[in-house]
C-alpha cells in the first residue's frame, strides 16, 4: 500500500491548499444560505399542508394536480397541445382497448362534482 504523504510534515495539514485562501467565500455563502435554507424549508411544509388539505377536501390525488397544472402553466398553445398529445399517445399505448378521450374525461368529472355536492348539500367546487 501507498505511504500517506503530509504536505509539510503534518504540521500543517492546508498549507499549500485554497481552502484557507477560499476560507472567507466558503464562509459569506454558507452565512447567506442558512436563512435561505429555514425559508425553504417552512415553505415546504407550508407548501405541504396546503396540498394535503387540497387531496383532502377534493378527493383529487396530488399527482393528477400536478400533470394537470404542468398543463395549464405551459404559455405556448402548440407546447401545451402537443403535451396533451403526447400523454394521449402514450396512455394508449399502455393501456390497450382504451382510449384517452379529454372531453368526457372531463365532462364525468364534473357531473360527478355535481353529484357529490348534491348528496352533500355543499356547492359543487367552480369550474366543476
Not at 81 to 94: G, P, S
Request: hydrophobic share 40%; aromatic share 4%.
Amino acid at each position: 500500500m501507498a505511504k500517506q504523504l503530509k504536505p509539510n510534515g503534518g504540521e500543517n495539514p492546508a498549507a499549500g491548499h485554497n481552502s484557507v485562501a477560499h476560507a472567507p467565500a466558503i464562509k459569506k455563502l454558507d452565512a447567506a444560505l442558512r436563512p435561505l435554507e429555514a425559508d425553504k424549508e417552512k415553505i415546504a411544509a407550508d407548501m405541504k399542508k396546503l396540498r394535503k388539505q387540497f387531496k383532502a377536501d377534493t378527493g383529487i390525488t396530488l399527482g393528477d394536480f400536478d400533470a394537470a397544472r404542468r398543463l395549464a402553466l405551459l404559455d405556448d398553445d402548440d407546447a401545451r397541445q402537443k403535451t396533451i398529445d403526447n400523454m394521449v399517445r402514450c396512455y394508449n399505448a399502455l393501456s390497450p382497448g382504451e382510449t384517452l378521450d379529454w372531453t368526457t374525461a372531463v365532462e364525468e368529472t364534473g357531473a360527478e362534482a355535481d353529484a357529490k355536492a348534491e348528496a352533500t348539500g355543499e356547492p359543487a367546487p367552480a369550474g366543476a
